[in-house]
């Protein structure tokens, strides 16, 4: 076939293929940018798990993620590629440092603790905002956040959320149907 | 346009393509419910948004990324600059407006640079340990806040009377910044700079020419100064230089706090030093730069007063005719969502919170069902969802997300208001009463049109119709009608009519509704039962399936219980019933020394040679060998204990036995081996011992047992366990009576 193609298409010009791997951006490119929206991944996570402690885990674990297998294009969606990681990092428990689990745990010694300074101010009290939140699932409630709160937009937010903008959008609206009624029972 | 929570939330994201927001915000003009549920909306993104932020100290986010393995510890920690610098806006300059003092958040005029920090809260509600010094704050400038008035009277406060009406400066005119309309407000779609933190660029001061574009508007507050709101109340904005006009323009908006001061009082102090007017009179912006009259009515007052005319996008289009795999997918869909729905509500976005919202569980159905029901009685004509619905709108985005059932609409007054629609033409069935409202039930009470003429259709009552600022015209009498040409004989004709009839009939929706019997009515007799030969419909197959379902897994089931019930009261019988497969019989041997065998007759010794260890059934008494026969038949007896003991040669059992009453002679004792390893002692007219006593440990007996079932008819039976072939000498002792077993071997 690609003989024949050949055979067919005389080669009158020089067909340049880009074999090369995509340019992974380094850690300190990925440091800065963490540097910059830390602020607003912690808060994020805080809202969305419901507690600073699992968010400062979830978020840790999210940008390690991030770190071993970098976007390609950091600079382009960067920002979306840590929402994505820490979304995931909290919808599928993947803390930093890994809690030990299984047998093997009584025989090895933990990591270090981690510990972050963070000041949650109104973040971390419970009002009733916050409770009828937590109501609302878990998908829902990362769009509404991602929206309301990181002010994505709904490409984004499918980027972040692994899903189509439509789906984005219908989540969008469902968590604020779902959320408003909660609300507004509770709020009472 | 359907009411679509979905397409509100995407409107109100600004994610709505332009046809469908003009198509929206044309749909808001006349439906309330839709502006309500825009309102919560908005409400809840308010709410949101307000939720408390979250700060990471500097010195644990160099740790942190340390620990991540991101950056290295002998690195420099980097200073965050999750800043985005824009050219500081000329409002904000106090460069614009000389003698004013500077703003509280701007910094000092010897600084060179001013970063605007994006990550704050848009709310204004940043953390509250955050300081100028370790993190550079920004906070959108609020109407509460209103920097320029409380600076301008400072400022007024500050300098001396001079008695000259100043000029108006030109940023004491701000657009008010109302709260944001719900037709024209749209936050910005987020900016790929904003969002990728452009790092801080230094700030120029002179702000004719900045070092940067500026930003684009952000999403909650238009800037001052650029391009003025369009929901502006008045426009344009009155003279300045007329002190009477001024504080009207600039108060209608309702920009000031309660508290501040009036703007009457800002244009009568704010003068520059020197009497100098150094504020023109004219707006920052052109003239023509103006912005239009709004399109849309903002309050119910304004659509009421102001009747607007709604663009209308020419007919619909006319769909395409689906073809054969579209019909097929479309069948299939609508059998896959009833089957689903039937199962289970399918909670999709298609409510609208608030009031008139359905339930959101499977009462939402009946719910549903019921205000339609009420609806219908109430208003015949305005059964929802089948009068708005525009066709040929091809968005799939409106399949789907229905709101359900909606109160009746109101007509909307004025010349425009459209002729009220006739009642649907409901008929009841046969024997039936129609539904009140409906065509039907109403026909009675309607004076009868003459005939020839168009029935009118009742008038519905309206605000208009009960001020009576509406007054239909009165119809012109119709003229009378041709009468018709006889008939021609056309039998083929009246064949396809009739045919269609029949088939109209067949095909007509006649809703069910519980059939009305009259109480003079005679009983309908029962039904005749199907004969023999007619084959029984679909139903009744599955039911007779299901039936015969339902017996089979009980007969099942009762097999299954009657098995392990069986095994767990009574073993099987073994195949292995019979005599002991090795028995050597040996003639009987007579121990003389014997103590026992001395008061009694002679016991025997029988040899058993080896056997099969299975266990055997109780047996009847022709089943025992070597059977040994002792005592004379004696009665009254009953055994009091089980003695063992044992001796150098043998070990011995011992039956003592008490009188019950009279007891005379020795009870009949039969004793014989049922197997190599089963000695059987079978006593008559002896009541059983309540225990077999206590056994030593190390004997050839291995346990001693009462039988349930005797061998012998009316005898007690004990079952003496062998721990291999024994020979055993038998006899009574007298005084007290007793027998005594002597095992050998």
């Known amino acids: 076939m690609y003989a024949a193609q050949q055979a067919r298409v005389p080669c009158t010009h020089t067909v340049m293929i880009n074999v090369a791997a995509p340019v992974l951006p380094d850690a300190s490119a990925l440091a800065d940018l963490v540097r910059g929206h830390l602020d607003d991944l912690f808060t994020y996570a805080t809202h969305l798990v419901g507690g600073v402690d699992d968010a400062v885990e979830f978020v840790a674990g999210g940008i390690y993620h991030a770190s071993r297998y970098p976007p390609a294009r950091l600079q382009a969606d960067g920002r979306i590629a840590l929402y994505r990681a820490v979304t995931r990092a909290c919808r599928q428990e993947q803390r930093f440092p890994p809690r030990p689990h299984g047998p093997a745990r009584f025989f090895k010694r933990s990591r270090a603790p981690f510990h972050v300074d963070v000041d949650s101010g109104d973040a971390a009290r419970i009002n009733t905002v916050k409770r009828a939140l937590m109501t609302v699932a878990f998908e829902r409630r990362a769009a509404l956040l991602l929206r309301d709160l990181g002010g994505l937009g709904y490409r984004d937010i499918g980027m972040a959320l692994e899903c189509s903008p439509e789906a984005a959008a219908r989540l969008l609206a469902g968590a604020r149907r779902e959320f408003g009624t909660v609300y507004r029972e509770i709020a009472i | ?745």
């Open chain 2, 1 to 745: 346009m359907k009411c679509s929570l979905l397409v509100l939330s995407s409107y109100l994201d600004g994610e709505l393509e332009s046809r469908r927001q003009g198509e929206l915000e044309a749909h808001l003009v006349g439906c309330q419910r839709c502006r309500a549920g825009l309102g919560y909306l908005r409400e809840e993104v308010e709410r949101i948004s307000s939720l408390g932020r979250v700060r990471v100290a500097d010195h644990s986010v160099q740790a942190m990324l340390v620990h991540l393995g991101l950056v290295d510890e002998d690195d420099a920690p980097v200073e965050r600059t999750t800043a985005v610098a824009v050219a500081e806006p000329p409002w904000l300059t106090h460069d614009a407006l000389p003698g004013w003092p500077p703003p509280p958040h701007a910094p000092e005029p010897d600084s060179a640079e001013t970063t605007i920090d994006m990550i704050g809260s848009a709310a204004g509600s940043s953390g509250e340990g955050d300081s100028p010094e370790e993190r550079p704050s920004f906070r959108w400038v609020t109407p509460a806040d209103a920097p320029t008035l409380e600076h301008a009277s400072a400022a007024a406060a500050a300098l001396p009377e001079t008695g000259d009406r100043p000029e108006a400066p030109p940023t004491v005119y701000e657009p008010p910044p109302l709260p944001p309309p719900p037709f024209t407000w749209r936050p910005a779609p987020p900016s790929p700079e904003r969002d990728q933190g452009v790092p801080a660029v230094p700030f120029s001061p002179d702000a004719t020419s900045p070092a940067v574009p500026p930003a684009p508007a952000p999403e909650l507050e238009p800037p001052r100064g650029a391009d003025p709101p369009s929901p502006a109340p008045e426009w344009p904005p009155p003279a300045l230089d007329d002190p009477d006009q001024a504080p009207s323009a600039v108060h209608s908006g309702g920009a000031f706090p309660p508290g501040g001061p009036e703007p009457s009082e800002l244009l009568d102090h704010a003068t520059a030093p020197g009497g100098e007017p150094e504020m023109t009179a004219s707006p920052p912006w052109a003239p023509h730069d103006a912005p239009p009259e709004p399109v849309y009515p903002l309050t119910d007052d304004d659509v009421l007063d102001h009747p607007i005319a709604i663009e209308r996008f020419g007919p619909p289009r006319q769909a395409n005719r689906p073809n054969l795999f579209e019909r097929l997918r479309d069948r299939l869909a609508t059998r896959r969502a009833l089957a689903r729905s039937a199962a289970a509500y399918d909670d999709t976005v298609q409510i609208v919170s608030g009031s008139g919202a359905p339930l959101r569980f499977g009462r939402a159905r009946l719910e549903v069902e019921r205000r339609r029901q009420e609806t219908l009685r109430m208003d015949p004509g305005a059964v929802p969802g089948d009068e708005f619905a525009e066709p040929g709108v091809d968005d799939a985005l409106e399949d789907d997300l229905g709101l359900g059932p909606l109160p009746p609409p109101a007509m909307p007054l004025g010349p425009s208001s459209p002729m009220p629609r006739p009642a649907p033409r409901v008929s009841a069935l046969g024997g039936q009463m129609p539904l009140p409202g409906t065509a039907d039930a109403s026909g009675p009470l309607r004076p009868l049109s003459p005939p020839g003429h168009a029935p009118v259709p009742p008038p519905r009552h309206t605000l208009g119709s009960a001020l009576g600022d509406v007054i239909p015209p009165p119809r012109p009498p119709m003229p009378p009608a041709i009468p018709p040409l006889p008939p021609r004989p056309d039998p083929l004709g009246e064949a396809l009519a009739d045919l269609d009839r029949e088939q109209g009939a067949a095909n007509e929706h006649r809703p069910w509704r519980p059939r009305e019997i009259p109480e003079d009515a005679e009983p309908v007799a029962a039904p005749p039962r199907p004969s023999a030969g007619q084959v029984p419909g679909p139903s009744q197959l599955r039911e007779g399936r299901r039936l015969l379902a339902l017996f089979g897994a009980a007969t099942l089931l009762m097999l299954v219980v009657g098995i392990v019930s069986g095994r767990t009261t009574s073993p099987l019988p073994s195949s292995s019933t019979s005599a002991p497969s090795a028995r050597t019989a040996t003639p009987p041997r007579t121990q003389a020394t014997h103590p026992a065998a001395k008061a009694s007759a002679a016991p025997t010794q029988i040899t058993l040679g080896p056997s099969a260890q299975a266990p055997q059934p109780p047996a009847p008494a022709g089943a025992l060998t070597g059977i040994k026969v002792l005592g004379d038949g004696g009665s009254g007896y009953q055994v009091r204990d089980f003695r063992y003991g044992i001796h150098p040669g043998d070990f011995r059992i011992v039956l003592d036995l008490d009188a019950a009453g009279t007891a005379s002679g020795a009870p009949k004792a039969t004793l014989g081996f049922l197997d190599a390893t089963t000695l059987v002692v079978v006593l008559d007219g002896v009541v059983a011992a309540g225990s077999t006593g206590q056994l030593p440990s190390s004997n050839p007996v291995v346990s001693v047992t009462l039988m349930p079932q005797s061998p012998i008819a009316g005898g007690t039976a004990y079952q003496i366990k062998l721990a291999h072939p024994v020979t055993f000498a038998a006899g009574y002792a007298t005084s007290p009576l007793r027998l005594v077993i002597d095992i050998a071997g």
